[in-house]
């Protein structure tokens, strides 16, 4: 009779909200408690230097040439 392979453990694995350390603190200090330190800003960079696509899929934010990204981030940074 073959032995099945294919079992797993599943006292080894956390669940997927569990499973990396940025999402344990979110959880462990409530999600009240965000700031922006927390979260990711998108950034999508074209080739192009002036050039601004809209991503449709993600309501306000673009894909832009270098020079449309360095005026979108200067009031970020200064």
Same mark, same amino acid.
């Given at each position: 009779?073959?032995?099945?392979?294919?079992? /797993?453990?599943?006292? !080894?694995?956390? !669940?997927?909200?569990?499973? !990396?350390? /940025?999402? =344990?603190?979110?959880?462990? =200090?409530?999600?009240? !408690?965000?700031? *922006? /330190?927390?979260?990711?800003?998108?950034?999508?960079?074209?080739? *192009?230097?002036?050039?601004?696509?809209?991503?449709?899929?993600?309501?306000? /934010?673009? =894909?832009?040439g270098i020079n449309v990204c360095v005026e979108y981030l =200067?009031?970020?940074?200064?």
């Amino acid at each position: 009779m073959a032995k099945n392979t294919n079992s /797993v453990k599943l006292n !080894h694995f956390l !669940h997927s909200s569990q499973s !990396h350390a /940025v999402l =344990r603190e979110w959880q462990s =200090r409530g999600t009240t !408690h965000f700031s *922006s /330190v927390d979260f990711v800003l998108p950034l999508f960079i074209v080739n *192009s230097d002036d050039d601004c696509q809209p991503i449709e899929s993600l309501p306000e /934010v673009n =894909r832009m040439g270098i020079n449309v990204c360095v005026e979108y981030l =200067r009031p970020l940074v200064t």
